[in-house]
């Protein structure tokens, strides 16, 4: 029995099996039981009673304009910051990979943004958005420009949110991008200098193949982080002006931990949970297809 | 080497051992109690909690949050029996989801066995609003009700008075008397340097921003259009719903004239307006930037000191109540009445403190809050001496004009606060606020829909529309038969059979 217990077959999962009973607790477990709430009518608030209403909270989110409308903020957020922190960081990565004159003190400037709390950060923001007496228009105003109303037009704010967001993260993009330029074969580039290949031609038909793996997983991960969005909602807006800068995430957290409808609010996490999904696969799949 | 080691293990021991005695004998020694409180309501723990450690030898663990959390943490925790907190400072407001919950502890029992520094000193309007079905369920810390602030050196001006009149065609009120006066006083001063500080000024300005106590700026002007003055009946003194059948009453003209005051009114703040929260409201209007502004009492306290919050315009604000209509609606009739009408309401309905039925220790608690609310340290607290966002609330306050000057307040200014803020809590027939359970869902739909109204996305038709519907199902959801009960108490009247 000790012999058996001292395999070395078995060993591998002694030292597995503490992450898995993690795993199976902190994560399979409570998306088991959201799956089951969602089914449910739960109103926290009043009591322990939950009645069975099978799909009704999914049909309810069909019928649901509030959601809606924040699914289409959330996917424009996310749209617009992977776009732009890719295309920025991109370029970035790409200034920062030539050698010049403290080139590793700007490396570290542009990781500072990042270091910082998102909740700090949108504090930070709200106080530099304020339309009267914020830094940003008093600096606006100075240099003769007009009063723009940051974050109290409903056009405008959901394009604050996303220029928050891409001053803190493109730095990540940067420093992926950074450290797969610098691992990049130089001989294949070499080899393209010899055909007479221009600097455009070289990046659009060497670096950026050669760097799509990345970029796939890049942009995977800033999008599914992007789709979480709270903390600059939260603190910049409230989620006005007339709830166009309501993520999918505050929403979810409005439900469940303000109005306590723990059976509405669990539907609307697993709707969002394939939407994410959904959108992950689809974005994975056409890129490698790219790749190809 | 074996020696040394033996003895490296033993000492371990024993320092280990040692640190651990020294905590365990700390935790026994001292009882702490874990206080639950926003910004600045906290304050009053650092003013007065380390006098009272000393005195009780019980140690003060503040937990501070912001407001928008706090309804989601405090039910969390109640919901989850986490038994985080054993005093907690909220809304009154929230007694339908709080005491209606059962999640309270009764205070009456330690009131009897602990004893209440001069109850019979607490205005009638806040010992109605720390009970709930007849107990008492939490100790009162503050008076609140929305005054109406103006710039006395802009709207008493003979030449603007008269400049205005030109322009008009009549001669406003000061303070003014409808929100239609207000709308044209603050389209008169919006824009231009009325007090020649070489700065551009603004007409109005208010709680505009969403999750930030918005729907109180509306409720001010709703409750001049809907409430019909008498006996509490069906048709009179009522605001939010019917208390024979509990529809909600949001989506009658009352509401909707009110609705559309309110998003005029934003075209004559500032740019920045609609990201007010109280916070922007209070210090922009003390810096001198608005004509006229509507809020708690925290700005009179913040007017008279400019060291602390920048005040430009000490001895320069008019207080008064809130303005009235010239229309009110009928809807036994289904039609306005033309006739003028004012109407107090008591907006949140104070902060008060109470003690979750889990609380480890509630004798300590509830002997903490009676020492920091006594009548000497509150009337200090709500004349900004050592200011924690309380406003007057016992008989006292209105008459130590001593400690308002102390505090720093010209006797003339305190004395025109004053009288604003006791003619409000006097009103036999000042509206209370929503006290039934859900009443932070209710107004949060409240809130955002309001938010689209005044950001020009919505007409107050469609919102006032929606947002009933919205109600409808929330009370639905709670239950119509309880909610109508428990909306019908708050009002004084007899549950239905």
């Known amino acids: 029995m000790l012999e058996k217990i001292k395999s070395k077959s078995l060993i591998k999962w002694y030292f597995i099996l503490p992450t898995i009973i993690f795993f199976l607790i902190m994560v399979i477990f409570p998306m088991i039981w959201a799956l089951r709430l969602s089914f449910f009518n739960w109103h926290a608030i009043i009591g322990p009673r939950m009645d069975f209403i099978g799909l009704g909270n999914f049909y309810n989110i069909l019928k649901d304009e509030r959601f809606w409308g924040d699914l289409q903020f959330t996917l424009f957020y996310v749209g617009m910051v992977v776009i732009i922190e890719l295309s920025l960081g991109l370029g970035l990565a790409s200034l920062l990979n030539r050698k010049f004159r403290f080139r590793n003190f700007f490396r570290i400037i542009y990781l500072l943004p990042m270091t910082a709390p998102p909740i700090a950060v949108a504090a930070l923001w709200r106080m530099l958005l304020q339309p009267d007496e914020g830094v940003i228009n008093k600096l606006l105003v100075a240099v003769g420009l007009p009063l723009v109303k940051w974050t109290t037009d409903p056009s405008i704010a959901p394009i604050s949110l996303v220029i928050v967001d891409v001053w803190q993260w493109t730095p990540f993009m940067l420093l992926a991008l950074l450290a797969a330029l610098q691992s990049m074969p130089q001989d294949i580039y070499d080899a393209a200098a010899v055909d007479g290949a221009s600097r455009g031609q070289t990046f659009l038909h060497i670096t950026i193949p050669l760097l799509s793996p990345i970029i796939t997983t890049l942009v995977l991960l800033r999008a599914i982080d992007a789709f979480k969005l709270f903390e600059y909602t939260y603190g910049i807006t409230g989620g006005g002006p007339a709830g166009k800068t309501e993520s999918l995430s505050y929403y979810i957290y409005s439900q469940g931990l303000s109005y306590f409808n723990m059976g509405y609010a669990s539907a609307l996490s697993w709707v969002f949970l394939l939407i994410v999904l959904g959108i992950s696969l689809f974005v994975l799949k056409s890129m490698r297809k790219e790749m190809r | 080497m074996k020696k040394k080691s033996k003895k490296r293990v033993v000492s371990l021991i024993i320092m280990v051992g040692i640190i651990i005695g020294i905590f365990s004998f700390s935790a026994i020694a001292k009882t702490t109690l874990n206080v639950l409180a926003t910004k600045p309501q906290s304050t009053v723990i650092d003013n007065f909690g380390p006098q009272w450690e000393k005195v009780s030898g019980v140690k003060i663990n503040k937990i501070e949050i912001p407001y928008p959390v706090l309804f989601d943490k405090v039910m969390t925790d109640f919901i989850t029996g986490t038994r985080a907190y054993d005093l907690i400072c909220v809304p009154a407001d929230w007694m339908g989801d709080l005491a209606g919950g059962g999640w309270l502890m009764p205070l009456d029992k330690l009131k009897n066995e602990y004893g209440y520094p001069e109850w019979k000193d607490v205005t009638p309007a806040i010992q109605k609003v720390v009970k709930w079905a007849g107990k008492m369920y939490a100790l009162p810390f503050d008076g609140d009700c929305h005054n109406f602030y103006y710039r006395k050196d802009a709207l008493e001006n003979p030449k603007y008075q008269a400049k205005f009149e030109k322009e008009y065609g009549y001669r406003y009120n000061v303070p003014p008397k409808t929100w239609k006066e207000v709308r044209d006083i603050a389209k008169f001063f919006n824009g231009w340097d009325w007090d020649n500080d070489g700065e551009i000024e603004h007409g109005i300005e208010f709680i505009a921003k969403r999750k930030t106590q918005a729907q109180w700026s509306l409720i001010d002007l709703a409750a001049q259009y809907t409430v ?270």
């Not at chain 2, 003690?355 to 480890?360: E, G």
């Not at chain 2, 509150?378 to 200011?387: A, F, I, P």
């Not at chain 2, 929606?466 to 428990?486: A, C, D, F, P, V």
């Open chain 2, 228 to 497: 019909l003055h008498g006996k509490t009946d069906k048709y009179h003194g009522v605001l939010f719903f019917d208390p024979e059948t509990m529809e909600p009453l949001i989506n009658t003209p009352g509401w909707i004239e009110a609705m559309k005051m309110l998003h005029e009114l934003t075209k004559y703040g500032p740019p920045g307006l609609l990201s007010y929260g109280y916070s922007e409201n209070r210090i922009t209007f003390v810096k001198g930037t608005c004509a006229m502004v509507f809020d708690w009492g925290d700005i009179g306290v913040m007017e008279q000191n400019p060291k602390k919050y920048g005040s430009t315009v000490k001895g320069l604000v008019g207080y008064s109540p809130l303005p009235g209509a010239k229309k009110v609606w009928d809807r036994k009739e289904n039609k306005w009445l033309s006739k003028y009408s004012q109407t107090n309401f008591l907006d949140f309905g104070g902060w008060v403190w109470v003690i979750p039925k889990t609380s480890k220790d509630p004798g300590q608690a509830y002997k903490f809050i009676t020492y920091v609310t006594n009548p000497k340290r509150s009337l200090q607290e709500v004349t900004g001496e050592v200011y924690c966002g309380a406003n007057p609330w016992r008989f006292s306050h209105f008459t130590g004009l001593d400690e308002w000057i102390k505090a720093g307040w010209s006797k003339k200014s305190a004395t025109a606060y004053l009288k604003a803020i006791r003619s409000i809590l006097n009103d036999p027939e000042a509206a209370l606020d929503l006290r039934i359970p859900g009443s932070n869902e209710y107004y949060d739909y409240l809130d955002l829909y309001l938010s689209k109204v005044l950001a020009g996305k919505m007409s107050a038709e469609n919102a006032c529309k929606k947002i009933s519907e919205i109600w409808e199902n929330i009370t639905k959801k709670y239950g119509k038969k309880r909610q109508l009960n428990i909306y019908r108490e708050s009002l004084g009247l007899k549950p239905l059979e």
